[in-house]
């Protein structure tokens, strides 16, 4: 496990599940807490009511997505021929770097937003 430094909660995590998938438990987020931010000891409490109430890949269905900057953007497909064909945006098949957070804090950097539920995918 390495952690860079200030890299932030869920670009950890989100490293982590890319490397080593999730086993159904928060087990990165409880580790990231314990290097960094061991008195944030509500962290998997507030994950939950965000909708990551069982696991760490769960932070990415229900409460953290890409931030908007990072997608593609939606688009007209001119492929086909006998249709125009609606490319819908979507999220960057690799994350940039972190952008880092403040030591200490389990805020998610620059690189993520909280997922709307109004977007249809
Ligand atoms: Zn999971
Ligand atoms: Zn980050």
Redesign the pocket.
């Known amino acids: 496990m390495t952690l860079s430094d200030g890299?932030?909660?869920?670009?950890?995590v989100a490293r982590q599940l890319d490397e080593f998938g999730c086993n159904g438990t928060h087990r990165f987020a409880s580790l990231y807490r314990d290097h960094v931010a061991p008195r944030a000891t509500a962290l998997i409490a507030r994950l939950s009511t965000m909708g990551a109430c069982c696991c760490d890949c769960e932070m990415f269905m229900n409460a953290y997505e890409p931030a908007s900057q990072l997608w593609t953007r939606a688009h007209e497909s001119v492929d086909s021929d006998d249709f125009d064909e609606w490319a819908y945006a979507t999220p960057p098949r690799t994350?940039p770097?972190?952008?880092?957070?403040r030591r200490g804090s389990t805020k998610?950097?620059?690189?993520?937003q909280r997922v709307s539920r109004s977007r249809n995918r």
Do not use: Q
Not at 7 to 12: R, W
């Open positions: 890299e932030c909660l869920v670009c950890f994350m770097p972190c952008e880092t957070t998610p950097c620059a690189n993520w």
